[in-house]
């Protein structure tokens, strides 16, 4: 079994700046694209950034400039530093990870950690 486990969320007021971890533990083959999403309350949850195993990124428009995701291949850990945090309802953000488990048939799966709660409020 595969698990994700997030840390890093919390209060920070407008301006400040925030880094998420995710660690990726378990039965794991490889990884391949990982990925940051967020979820306010009464909104869909959206795509903030990924990042694919070969290192290309891509982020949502209202982010660009002001994230970077970026991953440890080694640690099976991607991150979101997150700067100059504008004002916005709480989130949480989620990690998510493609990953093929240490199975026979090496079938991936999108996992999902619990999530992480980040505010930005004055």
């Known amino acids: 079994q595969v698990q994700l486990v997030e840390s890093g969320g919390g209060l920070v007021q407008p301006g400040g700046s925030l880094r998420l971890s995710c660690a990726a533990s378990?039965?794991?083959?490889?990884?391949?694209?990982m990925g940051w999403y967020r979820q306010a309350p009464g909104k869909q949850r959206e795509l903030v950034a990924a990042?694919?195993?070969?290192?290309?990124?891509d982020y949502t428009d209202s982010v660009k400039g002001r994230f970077t995701i970026a991953r440890d291949n080694a640690k099976n850990t991607v991150y979101l530093q997150m700067n100059n945090l504008t004002l916005a309802a709480p989130a949480i953000y989620y990690c998510?990870?493609?990953?093929?488990?240490?199975?026979?048939?090496?079938?991936?799966?999108?996992?999902w950690g619990q999530g992480t709660q980040v505010t930005v409020s004055s």
């Open positions: 998510n990870a493609a990953v093929v488990p240490r199975t026979l048939s090496r079938v991936p799966y999108a996992y």
């Open positions: 378990g039965s794991i083959f490889s990884i391949n694209t």
């Open positions: 990042i694919g195993s070969g290192g290309i990124t």
